[in-house]
């Protein structure tokens, strides 16, 4: 081998050897690299992932109702002179004008939330009486309670509000669960017809919340957040017995009128309320706090409000003032999917299910002035 065939010998094995030094540097740097993006592109949560839209259409973001309304369902316990100067400020900005509390309490109780907020601006406030239950092992509750109602309204109450206890969680000394169409309790809802005061009743809870927790449950995500929300088999009645007796109750107290909260729990299946109305003239709902259900099904439910206009009552639930405008824009415009304003609640957007002017004076204040006696009506149009 010549000089020159060992140089270029020699070359081509240095170049081979840095070639397989480089790519051994740099095979940790690809494999990192690799992992690295691997890694970027694991899959979210669900809480982690927040897709933003692309979508573009166009917005009408309503500030203030286009009506004056009432909110049939509201709560302030024990409210202070300055916490009710704050609210009637607020109420002034969205149109609120008739707000309806439904925590008063009874007797002296009752007394004080009156004062505190119809004493102060008598036009602004309606105030529910609530039940006691300190007495209920002792016999004769039902006549008692009557009794107490009677002197509510006396003192300013214009309704009786029934919390979810009642029929869930609610039990006898010897554990038997009060049920909602139980007979002790009817000379109460008789009261309510002879003094014609609503009742506002909550019964039960959305009927995920007694499905089982799991990852094909809709309401996964709240009940993550809230576990004691979730209704179990072994400690709370299926959702269905509940049903059934409280169809029962409002059947068999046709001269009572009663309101469904939260759209009785069949905003996921309007056609099913449908059918409550149908059978019991004496039933209206609000739609506090399940707006999303709506939003979602936005041909339906304006549908559903054209047909039972006179069965639909505004209410909101849990208070906070900016929160309103998502009833205003789901109910005046037609809006499309666009982000519900507590994410908990619904998995998805919404859409606008704009319904005509009758129908919105309807919801927003014309039924509640039906139900609710002493509201002066001289504060909304005709």
Request: net charge neutral.
């Amino acid at each position: 081998m010549n000089s020159r065939q060992t140089i270029k010998w020699f070359s081509a094995i240095f170049i081979a050897f840095i070639a397989a030094a480089l790519a051994f540097i740099g095979w940790p740097r690809a494999a990192m690299t690799q992992q690295t993006s691997q890694k970027s592109q694991a899959t979210p949560t669900i809480d982690e992932y927040q897709p933003k839209s692309t979508l573009v259409t166009k917005e009408h973001k309503v500030e203030r109702a286009k009506f004056p309304f009432i909110d049939i369902h509201s709560h302030h316990w024990n409210p202070t002179a300055s916490e009710v100067d704050q609210l009637v400020k607020e109420m002034d900005t969205i149109n609120l004008r008739v707000m309806v509390n439904l925590s008063g309490g009874t007797g002296e109780g009752l007394k004080n939330t009156v004062a505190a907020m119809k004493g102060r601006y008598p036009d602004r406030f309606v105030v529910f009486a609530n039940m006691s239950y300190d007495d209920l092992n002792t016999p004769g509750f039902g006549k008692r309670v009557a009794e107490r109602l009677e002197q509510d309204v006396k003192n300013g109450a214009q309704g009786l509000k029934i919390f979810k206890d009642f029929g869930m969680e609610l039990k006898y000394a010897n554990g038997q669960r009060v049920h909602v169409d139980d007979p002790e309790f009817d000379a109460v809802f008789e009261k309510c017809a002879e003094l014609k005061i609503p009742v506002l009743i909550h019964v039960a809870e959305p009927s995920a919340f007694f499905d089982p927790w799991d990852y094909h449950n809709e309401r996964w995500q709240e009940l993550k957040e809230f576990p004691g929300r979730a209704r179990p088999p072994a400690k709370y009645p299926p959702f269905e017995t509940l049903m059934t007796e409280r169809n029962h109750l409002f059947a068999k107290h046709p001269r009572t009128n009663f309101i469904a909260a939260h759209l009785g729990f069949h905003g996921n299946d309007l056609e099913r309320l449908g059918k409550l109305f149908d059978a019991n003239p004496n039933v209206y709902v609000d739609i506090a706090a399940v707006l999303a259900e709506l939003g979602r099904q936005p041909y339906s439910a304006h549908d559903f409000l054209l047909k039972y206009q006179d069965r639909v009552l505004m209410g909101k639930d849990i208070y906070e003032v900016n929160e309103y405008k998502w009833y205003f824009r789901a109910l005046e415009t037609r809006d499309e999917y666009f982000e519900y304003y507590r994410h908990r609640h619904a998995f998805w957007r919404i859409y606008g299910f704009q319904v005509p002017d009758e129908v919105l004076k309807k919801v927003y204040y014309k039924n509640a002035l039906k139900l609710v006696p002493g509201i002066d009506a001289k504060a909304f149009p005709e």
